[in-house]
C-alpha cells in the first residue's frame, strides 16, 4: 500500500524532448508538492497545489508546467528538456491544518530525471 | 528570506559514537521545526518533529528539542548504528506562508562498524 507513488522511477531522454512524471496518493492529503533534488542533494520546491489549486509557484522555468485533475494527483510536464534538468524530481504530499499550518510531509520514491 | 541552516558533513562515526548535528532556524514566530531522514535510494521520511517551544521530538533513538531562544533543533542520537547512514535534513516552516516547508542543505552521515 504505497502512500505517495511515482511513476517513471527513472526517465532518460535526449536534449529538446517533453516529458512528464505522474504521482498520485492514497492518503487523503489535500495538499502536494513538486521538489527538485540536485546532485549535492539539495532540495527546492518547485510548485504546491491545495486541493487542485496552485498556492506555490517558485521561479521555475515556464517549461515546467503542474497539472492536477484531483487531490489525490499531481503531475509535471517538461517542455524542451535541458541538460540542467538532470535531477531527481520529488513529489510529496501533506494535510493543511487548521489555520493553514502545514504538517508532516510525506515523499514518494522520486524520478531520476537524465537528460543526454 | 527565511532559511534553515545545518552543518554540511559528510560526517563519518562509528558504530556506537554520539551523534550531533546541528541546525538552526531564521523563522520569526513559532515555526514548526522538522528532521526527515533519506536513506540511499529513497524519498525523504519524517524522523521526528516538534511543533512549540520547549518541545522534544524523538523517534528511533534520536532526540531534537525546539529551543527558541537559541533558535534551534539540534539532532542527537546516543548510540549511531550503520543503519543510520543516511542524509539528514532539518527543515521549519515559514512564517509567511505555513504551506511552504525550508529545507536545510542535508548532512551526509556514514556509520561504519
Known amino acids: 500500500d504505497t502512500a505517495v507513488s511515482q511513476t517513471p522511477k527513472y526517465l532518460v531522454t535526449q536534449m529538446g524532448n517533453d516529458k512528464s512524471i505522474k504521482c498520485e496518493q492514497n492518503l487523503g492529503h489535500d495538499t502536494m508538492y513538486w521538489y527538485k533534488q540536485d546532485s549535492k542533494k539539495f532540495l527546492k520546491i518547485m510548485f504546491s497545489y491545495n486541493n487542485k489549486e496552485l498556492i506555490i509557484n517558485e521561479t521555475v522555468p515556464n517549461r515546467f508546467s503542474p497539472k492536477s485533475p484531483d487531490k489525490a494527483h499531481l503531475n509535471l510536464h517538461i517542455n524542451s528538456l535541458e541538460l540542467g534538468d538532470s535531477a531527481v524530481y520529488f513529489c510529496?504530499?501533506?494535510?493543511?491544518?487548521?489555520?493553514?499550518?502545514?504538517?508532516?510531509?510525506?515523499f514518494g520514491p522520486g524520478t531520476r530525471l537524465t537528460v543526454l | 528570506g527565511d532559511s534553515v541552516t545545518q552543518m554540511e558533513g559528510p560526517v563519518t562515526l562509528s558504530e556506537e559514537a554520539f551523534l550531533t548535528i546541528n541546525c538552526t532556524y531564521t523563522a520569526t514566530g513559532y515555526p514548526s521545526l522538522f528532521w526527515y531522514v533519506q536513506y540511499p535510494g529513497e524519498g525523504l521520511q519524517l524522523l521526528l518533529k516538534?511543533?512549540?517551544?520547549?518541545d522534544k521530538g524523538s523517534n528511533k533513538g534520536f532526540e531534537a528539542t525546539y529551543r527558541k531562544e537559541t533558535t534551534s533543533f539540534h539532532l542527537e542520537k546516543g548510540s549511531v548504528q550503520v543503519s543510520d547512514s543516511a542524509v539528514y535534513f532539518c527543515a521549519s516552516t515559514m512564517k509567511t506562508s505555513y504551506d511552504k516547508v525550508i529545507f536545510g542543505p542535508g548532512t551526509s552521515l556514514s556509520v561504519i562498524p
Open positions: 516538534a511543533t512549540k517551544a520547549d
Open positions: 510529496a504530499s501533506s494535510q493543511r491544518r487548521f489555520g493553514g499550518s502545514t504538517d508532516t510531509q510525506y
